[in-house]
Each structure stands twice: as C-alpha cells, then as structure tokens.
C-alpha cells in the first residue's frame, strides 16, 4: 500500500515537450511499475529514475531499470540507514557491485541528515557519505544527495573529497544563498513539490535565482505532493503540477523549462 492516505489525485495537463521525475521510489508507492509508467507517458514525463535507499530498494531499483526502458536506477544507502548502521562494508560493497551495472545512473540517496539522525549518528552517516562519493567517482556516476538541515556539512564534505563531475542535490531545500553555493559549483537543484507550499517562500526565492540549466524536477513519490494535493498519494504523473509551478516562479516558458529539465536529466543520468 502508499505510504500516503486518501484518493490519486486525478491526471494533470498534459506537457507539450516531454520532461522526466528526477527520483522516485516506486518500490514503496504500491502500484505495479508497469501502471506507474503508463500512468508518467500519458501526461508527457517519459522517464523516471528510480532511487535506492538501502541494499533491497537499490537491487529492486536496478532490475525495473534493466526490464523498463522508461526507468533508471539509482543505487544507495540512505543517510538515516547509514546513521542506524545500516552502512557497513557489506551493503557498501553491495552497492559498489551494483554501480557497475549500465542501467544504473546514479548513487544516491546518500548526503546527511540532522533531522532524523541524532549526533550520535553523525560520524557513521558521514563516512557512509564519504563511501559513496568515492564509489559515485569511481565508476563516473552521477551523486543524488540528500541534504536535510545539513547544508553546510554537505558543502563542506563535497569539497574535502572532491564533488563528482555531476551532483544533484535531491528535493532540493536550500533558500537562495544555498542555491547561489551549489550554482557556483555546478550543482544540480532538484525540486519537488514542496516548492509549491504555502511556507515555502524561501524556496521558491531560490528556485527563482537557480540558474535553468541546473534545475531538475522530482516527485519523491509517493511523497511530497504538489498542492492543492497535498497529503495525498504522490506519482510521477503529477510530475506537471510542479513544473507548472516552476515555470511561473521562474517566468519561463513552460516549453523552455521542460526542454532545460530534459536536457538536465539527460547530462545527469544519460
């Protein structure tokens, strides 16, 4: 079953120029890929990455990539995994193994996460983080990192060892001094549909000053759900609710955004 409660939200608009979610997870949304895909190509968003969270989720994650055309894996230890010790050098090496694998675009979600995980997590979630920007290097994949009340912890890590040449930084959540860091770094700015929430003003000041070749858009499904849906169950057909958001906080054409954001997607995970 979803983790959210109530009705789907009924289909959005459908897009003129194709776009992709950036991160989901459909091992959790209880609906069959399959469903899900047909659902995403109906409203124009062809593509979907697919994010493991944890040894299961990421082989999960990298089987739907390798059967679905329309999915690409992301392969990771969460950071709250990691701070439970979740991360030891077995599920890292799994997650190594797995990284070599041509469906798989990504290691994430890894970064920190000072919400969930107390101080004495700290030390374990930050070598995990550490463990996989190696491994995203390593075999020149692209790093999707979550980053939760730890902005300045993550910047600090990606510059001691080194970022990959491509970063994203997942449901982004950052005002615009955040933004204007990651930008000048060449960091990607993931949105989700928190971007459109009534005390989200902050993040939509940094959306507005992200530049739009660094911009993608996720639903973090089934989480997250644009509004007026919030609270419901989040798929990648929603995908529209948000990049209509986007496109009016930043006064772009909605064509032009979703040609950036499939252009972004693409220099991302391929």
Excluded at 103 to 129: H, K
Excluded at 247 to 255: C, F, G, L, N, W
Aim: charged share 25%; hydrophobic share 45%; aromatic share 4%.
């Amino acid at each position: 079953m979803s983790l959210r409660e109530g009705d789907p939200p009924p289909a959005p608009e459908p897009l003129t120029v194709p776009a992709l979610d950036s991160h989901c997870h459909m091992d959790i949304m209880g609906v069959p890929v399959p469903e899900i895909l047909v659902a995403a190509a109906a409203v124009g968003i062809s593509r979907i990455v697919q994010v493991g969270t944890d040894v299961p989720s990421s082989r999960w994650s990298a089987e739907q990539a390798e059967v679905h055309d329309a999915v690409l894996a992301t392969v990771a230890i969460h950071p709250n995994e990691a701070g439970r010790g979740g991360a030891g050098p077995d599920q890292l090496a799994v997650i190594d193994e797995l990284a070599a694998l041509p469906q798989v675009r990504g290691i994430g979600e890894t970064g920190l996460d000072r919400y969930r995980t107390g101080p004495d997590g700290y030390a374990v979630q930050e070598a995990s983080f550490r463990a996989h920007i190696d491994i995203a290097k390593r075999h020149g994949k692209a790093l999707v990192i979550h980053d939760r009340d730890a902005h300045a912890d993550v910047l600090r890590v990606l510059e001691e060892e080194g970022a990959p040449a491509r970063t994203v930084f997942h449901c982004f959540s950052g005002d615009a001094e955040m933004a204007r860091a990651c930008a000048d770094r060449g960091y990607v700015m993931s949105f989700a549909g928190t971007v459109t929430f009534k005390n989200a003003k902050a993040l939509r000041e940094a959306a507005r000053v992200a530049p739009l070749d660094l911009v993608l858009v996720e639903t973090d499904a089934p989480f997250l759900t644009a509004m007026p849906y919030r609270g419901r169950p989040n798929a990648p057909y929603l995908v529209p609710l948000t990049l209509r958001a986007l496109a009016r906080i930043k006064e772009v054409d909605m064509d032009e955004l979703c040609t950036a954001v499939t252009a972004t997607g693409q220099r991302m995970f391929g």
